[in-house]
Nanobody, 121 residues
Framework: QVQLVESGGGLVQPGGSLRLSCAAS????????MGWYRQNPGEQRELVAV???????NYADSVRGRFTISRDNAKNSIYLQMRSLIPEDTAVYYC???????????????WGHGTQVTVSS
């Protein structure tokens, strides 16, 4: 089993910055795409940014140019640098990873428990 633990959320003023981290641990054979999603109560979880093992990235239109996703394969970790934050970025941010826990294991999708980001003055 693979566990994902997020950190770095908090309260920030509009225009400010935050950096989220996500570390994977447990029985890890291979992690493929990893990414960040966010969700507010009563709304669907939406993709924020995703990165593959080779560092190729994709962003939601709403964050492109303000957020940067990065990855450290040696540490099984990803990061999300968020700049020029706006109130609409307020949400619980979830880390996601697609991968396998063993050579013969089936690919699975794993989720962290989430970290709250609040953008408010």
């Amino acid at each position: 089993q693979v566990q994902l633990v997020e950190s770095g959320g908090g309260l920030v003023q509009p225009g400010g910055s935050l950096r989220l981290s996500c570390a994977a641990s447990g029985s890890i054979f291979r992690l493929d795409d990893m990414g960040w999603y966010r969700q507010n109560p009563g709304e669907q979880r939406e993709l924020v940014a995703v990165i593959n093992r080779d560092g190729i990235t994709n962003y939601a239109d709403s964050v492109r140019g303000r957020f940067t996703i990065s990855r450290d394969n040696a540490k099984n970790s990803i990061y999300l640098q968020m700049r020029s934050l706006i109130p609409e970025d307020t949400a619980v941010y979830y880390c996601n990873a697609e991968g396998r826990s063993g050579y013969y294991a089936s690919p699975m999708r794993y989720w962290g428990h989430g970290t709250q980001v609040t953008v408010s003055s």
